[in-house]
């Protein structure tokens, strides 16, 4: 079934007020959170909904239509020495302002920042067609129900977003990278929380399943070498620096995710460092490539697109554990593992489209770090 297209928010209105299911979409990086094509939801494209409508660098704050691209609000915040301090994860070219928001997932130089934290107002279609707002444009206008925060790892189940405000960070004027050659995940989970409440501040904290962990601060150009070894030497084994090249790659390999293989999939797993071990012994056993994020607080895994998801489903909820499946063919229910929300999230369902126009459900008030 072909896409609708909305260039306006009238146009996402009539669509919504059509009565059948739908899903929006704008940049199709999320895939698997996609409506099936052959299937009765339709995708409502709202690509089309792009551009800055407002930014003031002095306030750390900006307004822009839920389309946009990322790469354009990258280049904006960087020309005044800004940026998004969640780090949306690059899933390709096209990743938007809104999907970013919608999928409510920080990528890896987001330890501490969450999005939730930074989205400050919205405004989107509800589920009857009504133009629906809260939050405002600037941090201390933020008033009334926290309509922002709810729509961040809403997957679009909750209304279509049309309009987005942020709050931004200054963007640090350098940075650094050290490596440590922690040996097994047991002593990497040690390191992570030692780097964690360590004296130098990290802004991301990698792990790896053998324990090697990636530590990155930022800061002032003129410290930052000194920082970076003082960093080294806070725990024992001492780390190494990366040259300024290599740190590049990494964590550009990192935010696309390039270790994922195009015929597999990439979840989300929110995780604890304490559930870590008993999670990555059963990935383990079914050979998965995956990786520890935002100190351990987030699993990314690789699942083959040639398994069933439900697989991956119920290990998870056998850990008690919920995530979210990003990429690859569309699926009927993104959302798998141990089921979470409950009677909130349906409270909120009914509220916000109660006639289940959305792809008829929505997911849990939730998405990951």
Do not use: C
């Amino acid at each position: 079934m072909s896409a609708l297209l909305a260039t306006d928010v009238a146009a996402v209105q009539e669509a919504v007020r059509a009565g059948r299911p739908l899903l929006p979409v704008a940049g199709g990086t999320q895939t698997a959170t996609h409506p099936d094509p052959a299937g009765p939801v339709r995708a409502l494209d709202v690509s089309g909904l792009r551009g800055v409508v407002d930014y003031d660098p002095a306030e750390l704050t900006f307004t822009a239509r839920a389309g946009t691209p990322l790469a354009e609000i990258d280049a904006m915040l960087a020309s005044h020495g800004q940026h998004l301090p969640f780090d949306p994860p690059r899933l390709g070219e096209g990743a938007t302002l809104g999907g970013a928001v919608a999928a409510g997932v920080s990528g890896p130089n987001g330890f501490a920042a969450g999005v939730r934290d930074f989205v400050i107002g919205v405004r989107f279609v509800d589920g009857s067609g009504r133009l629906a707002m809260g939050g405002g444009k600037v941090v201390k206008n933020a008033a009334g129900f926290d309509l922002p925060k709810l729509m961040a790892g809403s997957l679009g189940r909750l209304g279509v977003m049309v309009e987005l405000s942020l709050k931004v960070f200054p963007r640090p004027a350098a940075t650094a990278t050290v490596r440590f050659p922690t040996a097994g995940l047991p002593a990497g989970l040690a390191a992570i929380a030692a780097l964690a409440r360590g004296p130098v501040p990290v802004s991301a904290l990698d792990l790896t399943p053998d324990g090697a962990v990636t530590a990155r601060i930022g800061g002032d150009a003129g410290l930052i070498e000194v920082r970076a070894e003082r960093l080294a030497r806070s725990i024992e084994p001492r780390g190494e620096p990366l040259a300024p090249a290599a740190e590049s790659a990494h964590w550009e390999e990192a935010r696309r995710f390039a270790w994922v293989g195009a015929d597999e999939r990439l979840v989300v797993v929110p995780a604890a460092p304490r559930r870590v071990l008993a999670l990555d012994a059963d990935l383990h056993r079914r050979g998965l490539h995956r990786r520890y994020g935002l100190a351990a607080n987030v699993a990314w895994i690789a699942w083959p697109q040639a398994e069933p998801a439900a697989e991956l489903s119920d290990l998870l909820a056998a850990q008690a554990a919920s995530g979210v499946v990003l990429t690859g063919p569309p699926l009927p229910e993104p959302l798998i593992g141990a089921a979470t929300g409950g009677a909130f999230a349906r409270r909120i369902a009914a509220a916000l489209d109660p006639a289940g126009i959305f792809a008829g459900s929505a997911p849990a008030a939730g998405g990951a770090r």
